[in-house]
């Protein structure tokens, strides 16, 4: 069914989303669907396996609407087949409301990479400017910007800056850089007594993330970690 109506799905939801999107990308968001969940319904749905235990998974968790004999007890035929109608119906809402929520991330992504990929780069290409927050980034900086050590961009609150690290692979703990191993844990003035950063705010004990109040803060922070290389 996807691999004949999918297509024609993703266009009608991007259009009635009132987004604009070329035809490549809805191919790609359509066989994005297919591998991160028609496939894995097909797995279960053919028998092939269980994609997760006990009863989590879209699949387990449908089939809880399934009616059952205590529920269809001493129902007349057409009173079972309603009841069996009702399930199914809202089982299609269910699913639709998952595949729905997946396409908007998948259009998320797509919007993000073309902003990401504009992004203006700092500090000799080194560091990567994000102007809005938020936005998926990772896979994208380490897949095709190998010289971005760190990226700035805003918290989500607004009222700071984030100095966050790249990981050397999308799914890693470890970084292309970390930041300065005397800054870990510090937070505020502390922070500031040691870069000389007067509205620096935190860096975290793992050296992945920091920030400061402002961007210009935020980037001598990115300047100082580059430099302590």
């Not at 028998?47 to 129902?75: A, H, K, R």
Request: with cysteine; aromatic share 8%; net charge negative.
């Amino acid at each position: 069914m996807w691999s004949v109506f999918g297509t024609d799905y993703v266009a009608t939801f991007v259009t009635r989303s009132g987004y604009t999107l070329d035809t490549a990308t809805v191919a790609d968001i359509t066989r994005a669907i297919d591998a991160s969940l028609v496939q894995y319904l097909d797995i279960v749905d053919t028998g092939q396996g269980d994609v997760s235990p006990g009863i989590f998974g879209l699949s387990s968790l449908l089939s809880q609407l399934n009616t059952n004999w205590m529920e269809e007890n001493g129902l007349s035929a057409d009173a079972k087949a309603q009841l069996q109608e009702d399930r199914f119906r809202e089982a299609v809402a269910i699913t639709r409301t998952f595949l729905d929520r997946a396409i908007v991330k998948q259009i998320s992504q797509a919007r993000s990479r073309d902003i990401v990929r504009a992004s203006p780069r700092l500090l000799g290409g080194k560091v990567l400017h994000l102007q809005e927050g938020g936005m998926p980034w990772t896979r994208l900086v380490v897949e095709e910007m190998p010289e971005v050590l760190l990226v700035i961009y805003p918290d989500s609150d607004g009222n700071q800056y984030q100095l966050k690290t790249v990981p050397v692979t999308p799914d890693s703990f470890t970084s292309r850089l970390d930041l300065p191993k005397n800054w870990a844990g510090l937070r505020d003035q502390e922070l500031a007594a040691v870069t000389g950063v007067p509205d620096s705010v935190f860096c975290h004990m793992n050296l992945f993330i920091g920030g400061a109040r402002s961007f210009d803060g935020t980037l001598r922070l990115a300047e100082l970690a580059l430099h302590a290389q």
